[in-house]
């Protein structure tokens, strides 16, 4: 096979054809970062000349057990040596050398996940050369140090300390604070003892020879794929392990050149809030891996048009040219070399979904791209985050002035997070594995940190900017965070913290805000923030233009229902009546009804107390939705769920009549007890509820229907504009329709004639269990409508019982691989979505244009309701505060259907 | 529209022509009786003259609120015209009157469910003429009398006791022992009474016009149909209740005319063992009631060949006339006249399973039917009576010997049945419901009392013989029956029965013998046949030649397999391996690695101790199953099933920390507790059990793969030609069939490896859950073969707790007939059988020609069978038990597939 392996970023079209066309496979090719320093190359933005060894090269390299396939080689060889020509420099040559940076460069951007080496092709003859080039051999030394503790850590496997070691000592033998400080005798002498460390450790040298190092550096990025830390990433952000990476050979350009270099990372726009203005950090005279590394105070990018307003003018000039390019945000990295600007990357920039919301919207109103794209850019999870919790200002002045704030630091990531504060990830991991809620608080956070950033609560760090790891990876995964909190000493060994004369230690409580900054000392109460932010509400209208799918909520109070409806539900899929029965004024009454179900009076009574609350409860809700449909499932759960456990009421006789408690006390919990037992079902989820419940205790189904239409006639006679929709739930059989709907309508009529108004109503059923689906058509001889209660329709298909699952094996198998995804989170489409699509068919096959939906939690997934919209669902009945978020994804199955795309 | 509802008995044609030239139809028309009498006519034998009502026009009649349609009473009318031109006697003549019977007759012999009156025609002038026509003064007012008690209860709805009191007072007043000693005038003063008793009763006269009470006696009989009686007895036959009852109206004659005359009944082979010749009884100068109703000794049909061999000789010929007509066994109602013989009444004849297999084969023998109309005659549950218990013939001789033998009566249903006795139906079916077993003891039993008899596990009278009603509804039902033991006295009031010395009171323990007519004082213990029946043998040989579907068996010790293979099994189709974890010797192990299962290394040592008992299991199967197919399951239930409950563990914990117990024991129980509470589950069915236990367990599978193979390779090297097939239980996604199969196949040919032997070995799945139906394709990349667990199917399609709801709903849904069959007895077709179709389709698109079996329980339920032979399988598997019935169900299933029938 005469693949090609290796491209120069001057090679695009090359690497396109190979790729198949399209930017994706380029991308997949050559790496992200491969694929856009090709591009800017391609598009006269200046970029240093090297070439791309690709993802194919990497995956063949991995598959023949970490060697080089036949032939890869010898082609970056080829490059190494054509690069040479293009820049007139030799590896090796101390009169003129050649040096290449070495990068990582998968797909999809995995920030710090994988490695790098700057500085490769010095040597010790071409150090000395680069010291008379440059005539600074305080430069050349710290760059020849910067290789080789680089190469030792990532190619030779050299630990990080002992270096660190040398470091701490040099600056202590020298009286001075930073590096920075540290003059070029200094840095001959860590050189050295750098090489000494290497030697030791690796058991080898130092390599000498340019090429080998490329070669050795080659080999270290393609490992690095099935790093710990590099899989642990890819697991959480669900991409895929064998895509491979590429590794990019880039000429160096040096931002430590002296007071005319720089080097940064900048984003094209606020990444925090979106605004049209470039966003970023830089240092003079430094190399970009100090930037991010968050180890010295970087300055915040306006500061460069002052320090270096030409190459400001030029940086703002590409900055441009590459959202015009790319038609989305950028985050590049830069280099100045004595006044000279180079682009060493860019990418579609990470951003809060704030951020990301008004970019889309912007870009509409700048002509860059159209409604449907920037419908499509954003993820039903960014709108999420405008549902996120956020502090009670109340409290937040009160805590003020209690003195409980903290600090102030950079807010990052948005969102409210409160939590015990734990100062590792191991036992932030913990912690949260035990239930508890973490903040987890770092000086800085590497990438071994990401499973503790993954299961905290929020994220608190006192060095780091917004270009930091913790804020990019806060950022990602949605996690509230607050960086770069100067006034925090942390102490690791003590397991403390501290802020001025205020210690608090491991396991104290703390809330941060991730939109202020803001750290407090206390325990915050969060509110659910408003989400009528002016950007998202006109991407959400646009989305509202797009889809076919209607989106409804599930609710049971009035309350809720009037939220879901100012987040935009057009109708009710699901008011669960028995939430009612709770109350405590009612629960008395249901007990007493289950206690004496046999005898008709008594339960005659117990609903007639029953009836005004429920009626209160529909009116409410009916009146929330004037002119929106209101679906009300009648009760489904099983009966022993009102009455107290049986193990605790065994157990608690037991110990009555072990104290002699009064005989009459005894007597009436054994009466319960005996209740309980009669009620107990070795399977309750396949058990006595739903419709069987309802044909069983007719007259509880009954005294519902009624509740549901006297309210709905007083409604009506108010001028409300009522459509009640009532659901009987868990029908397996035509005959319990037949049966329980023929009662039921009698009872509605009976209202309405008592009344003397008539209202238009409904009469429909769920489709939750397997046989439900099958025999659609026979029940939609009877049902009106369907609402798939997928939860249920989940556990019966699948044989789990989720709240068993969820706590034991199926987290096993989801943890092991065997199920790529939670079927309660995302509808199984290839099983229960088979039913669903045959439910739908052979419902409306009996009752054309039958009025279809879910209202099982499945309804508030975008994966789902992509599902949903395809088997031809008229709605999806989701949590009010996921309304919006299915607005959108509705929106997005639509236009993804009719072909659209993000770019 | 001008429907005939009127059909002469020699008027065939054109009642075939309306119902559509099938006999089916036409039973469907005329009913049974009528089609027969009509049928009879034709072929010349005697039959009086007369007519059908049809039961179209009962079904009018009903459907009209009870009252005669337009144009039905004028056609009735005019058929009773032309009767009197046929007989040349006129009704209400007293010098030449027409006297008639009505009797009811639908399509399904329904015997004393519905109404009869005889002697219609008679009235005061009627009777004075006819004791002058007869000189018999005696007979006549016997008659008149006759026709008031019957039209008075049956018409008019009196009550039966004033009838009978007066008939005791007359028989006290004259000192006679029995009706037939009282004289004419004893006779005319009962009907004096009568009269007078209708009058008080009914509120109104006795009519006197024939026409009416012709009209008001056909009237009565349609209303019959919608009688309780009726109306329950089809409900047990499973009998549809739309299809009415014709009414026929017949010429009387008269058996009750002196000493030349008599009346019977009788069967034209032995009801009870199938054998050639005629059995019957019959009484000399009778009415044909009185023979049925058991009140009077009958004489066998025998004797009637010594007392009227004329007769008898042309009785013998109508009998073989009819059964080659019918090619069936014919159950007759005859009267002689004067000499003269008339048949009243055939229909196929009721008989034991036993004497059906054995007419259904001599009748192959004789050239009257087919094999394969022999095969299609016996029904599976027939079959199923040769599996009967009978009792252990040792004890019956001890039993004997000890004086415990009561008495014995006649054998007229087969079978042990061993219970309490209870006096009346309400009681017996009040004492089953409470599970108790009962025997009901009666003088002898009545239409009313049906639903003890089916309540009750045997029944025994001190009257009737072997067509009494008794004895007809036990052999129905399949109820062991003993009747007439005339040495049995009954106390209703005392609730006492005696035999000579011996007094039992209700609730004392009896065991009857329907084989023998043995009657014990004692419980005795019940074996199970010997099924080789060389008629039986014969005809399951048959069946084999016919059927495509292969009958495996359920089979988890090597006796079952021995028995099931004797009993025709083709292969073991389940052997569930956890019984085997429930011995004594293996349980504390099985708990104790319970207990420890994140300890390897307990587990593995558990594991050991467990092998050689599971490899000795399997070593015992496959050596019984010597060169046919066994299925093995690996482990399926959850775990805490093999652990105490935990409510009663929670309740000895509390009693023993307040006992103030041993703190080691505490402690220890404790664990325990805390083990139960860990793998406690609100929904077991649904949880950890089947594959998803193999995955968390993986040791233990792999310790039973081990076993099976162990077993395998010895008894291979011994010659023996094994099958194992490794079946995993309840996957629902591919991922799991493949992660186990990849381990447990590896450990098979690991021990293969090591025995140094091949065996030919499957692997493959129960398809139990809905799931593993919808993506059988994906499922059979990886199984070899399938198997529908449809216990489990069916509690997952139709989300139903087997266990839970049989004690609950499920049976208010079938008492309601919500439900018309329950799910777990036969396949539910369109939700199950929807699933498991699909799954054939898809399991074999993936790969043609897979072996998919069902090892349900449904694998022995005749008509669940049919289905399978219908959607393709290639066997069911049952328990050894039903192993006979499957062979012939799956022969009918075949044979119906190719258009054969029964007729």
Not at 223 to 243: E, Q, T
Not at 486 to 496: F, G, P, S, V, Y
Not at 827 to 837: H, S
């Amino acid at each position: 096979m005469s693949e090609k392996w290796v491209y120069g970023f001057d090679e695009l079209p090359a690497a396109e054809a190979a790729a198949g066309g399209s930017w994706d496979g380029l991308r997949g090719l050559l790496g992200g970062k491969g694929a856009n320093l090709a591009d800017m190359t391609r598009i006269g933005v200046p970029v240093p000349p090297g070439f791309t060894v690709t993802t194919a090269a990497c995956n063949a390299y991995l598959a023949a057990g970490e060697s080089f396939p036949p032939g890869l080689w010898e082609e970056e060889a080829a490059a190494l040596a054509r690069l040479e020509g293009q820049t007139g420099k030799r590896f090796g040559d101390p009169a003129n050398p050649l040096l290449v940076s070495c990068r990582s460069g998968a797909k999809f951007s995995m920030p710090g996940m994988m490695d790098t080496v700057l500085n490769i092709g010095m040597n010790d003859a071409v150090v000395e050369g680069m010291a008379k080039l440059t005539g600074d051999e305080r430069f050349a030394y710290d760059s020849y140090r910067r290789l080789i503790q680089m190469f030792g850590s990532v190619v030779m496997g050299v630990p990080d300390e002992p270096f660190e070691e040398v470091l701490t000592a040099a600056r202590k033998k020298a009286g001075v604070e930073t590096d920075s400080e540290l003059d070029a005798a200094a840095w001959k002498a860590v050189t050295a003892e750098f090489k000494e460390i290497v030697r030791k450790h690796a058991g080898e040298e130092f390599p000498q020879d340019p090429i080998t190092q490329i070669r050795l550096a080659t080999e270290a990025v393609f490992r690095s794929w099935n790093g710990k830390r590099a899989f642990d990433y890819r697991k959480a952000a669900k991409i895929a392990h064998d895509l491979g990476t590429a590794v990019n050979i880039c000429t160096m350009v040096f931002g430590n050149l002296g007071n005319d270099s720089a080097t940064g990372v900048a984003m094209t726009r606020s990444g925090a809030t979106g605004e049209n203005q470039i966003e970023g950090d830089y240092l003079i005279n430094a190399q970009g891996e100090d930037v991010v590394a968050g180890i010295r105070q970087t300055k915040p990018i306006e500061l460069l048009k002052e320090e270096m307003p030409g190459s400001w003018a030029e940086f703002e000039q590409v900055c441009e040219r590459l959202e015009q390019h790319y038609r989305e945000m950028q985050d590049v990295e830069f280099t100045i070399e004595r006044g000279k600007l180079w682009m060493l990357q860019t990418r579609d920039a990470k951003r809060t979904a704030q951020a990301a919301v008004r970019i889309a919207v912007d870009m509409v109103d700048e002509g860059l791209i159209t409604p449907e794209q920037a419908v499509l850019r954003i993820t039903p999870e960014q709108v999420d985050f405008f549902l996120h919790p956020q502090y009670d200002r109340v409290q937040v002045e009160r805590a003020i002035r209690a003195g409980d704030r903290l600090a102030i630091g950079l807010n990052v990531s948005p969102g409210a997070a409160v939590g015990q504060i734990v100062l590792d990830a191991d036992r932030t991991e913990q912690w949260a594995k035990e239930g508890r809620a973490v903040i987890m608080v770092r000086p800085e956070t590497k990438p071994d940190d990401v499973h503790g950033m993954l299961a905290a609560k929020g994220i608190l760090t006192s060095r780091g900017g917004r270009t930091s790891h913790a804020a990019l990876v806060a950022r990602q995964f949605g996690k509230p965070a607050v960086v770069g909190v100067a006034a925090l000493e942390i102490d690791l060994e003590k397991r403390t913290i501290r802020v001025g004369e205020r210690q608090l230690v491991e396991g104290d409580w703390v809330s941060i805000d991730g939109n202020t900054g803001e750290v407090f000392a206390t325990k915050l109460d969060t509110v659910v923030p408003d989400i009528n932010d002016p950007y998202l509400s006109r991407l959400l209208g646009w989305a509202d233009e797009k889809r076919r799918l209607q989106v409804w909520a599930n609710a049971d109070y009035p309350a809720d229902a009037t939220r879901a409806r100012e987040y935009g539900a057009q109708g009710i899929g699901l008011c669960r009546t028995e939430h009612m029965f709770f109350d405590t004024q009612r629960l008395p009454h249901v007990q007493r009804m289950i206690l004496h179900k046999q005898d008709p009076e008594v339960v005659a009574a117990c609903l007639d107390e029953l009836l005004p609350y429920q009626r209160a409860d529909f009116d409410g809700l009916f009146r929330a939705m004037d002119g929106l449909p209101v679906i009300v499932r009648l009760i489904d759960p099983p009966l022993h769920e009102f009455l107290p456990g049986q193990l605790e009421l065994a157990l608690e006789v037991a110990a009555l009549e072990r104290d002699g408690a009064d005989p009459a006390k005894i007597a009436e919990k054994k009466q319960l007890l005996a209740a309980v037992e009669r009620l107990h079902e070795a399977n309750p989820m396949l058990g006595l509820r739903g419709v069987r419940l309802g044909i069983h205790l007719a007259a509880l189904t009954r005294m519902q229907v009624r509740a549901i239409f006297e309210a709905a006639c007083q409604c009506a006679r108010d001028g409300v504009d009522v459509h009640p929709e009532i659901m009987i739930p868990l029908a397996g059989h035509w005959r319990e329709l037949e049966m329980q709907q023929a009662a039921l309508e009698e009872e509605g009529r009976k209202v309405m004639a008592e009344q003397g108004i008539e209202v238009a109503y409904k009469f429909g059923t769920m489709v939750e269990i397997p046989r439900a689906a099958l025999t659609a058509d026979q029940l939609a001889r009877f049902a009106q409508f369907f609402s798939y209660g997928t939860n249920d329709l989940t556990q019966t298909t699948y044989a789990i019982s989720r709240d068993d699952a969820e706590k034991g094996f199926l987290m096993e198998y989801l943890e092991r691989g065997i199920l790529a995804e939670n079927p309660f989170a995302s509808i199984d489409e290839e099983g229960v979505g088979k039913l669903m699509a045959m439910g739908v068919e052979l419902g409306r096959r009996q009752r054309p244009g039958m009025e279809i939906g879910i209202c099982g939690e499945h309804g508030g997934d975008p994966k789902s309701i992509d599902f949903c919209h395809r088997i031809g669902l008229n709605y999806v009945s989701c949590s009010p505060f996921r309304v919006p978020i299915a607005r959108l994804a509705a929106a997005q199955a639509a236009l993804r259907e009719q072909g659209f795309t993000a770019k």
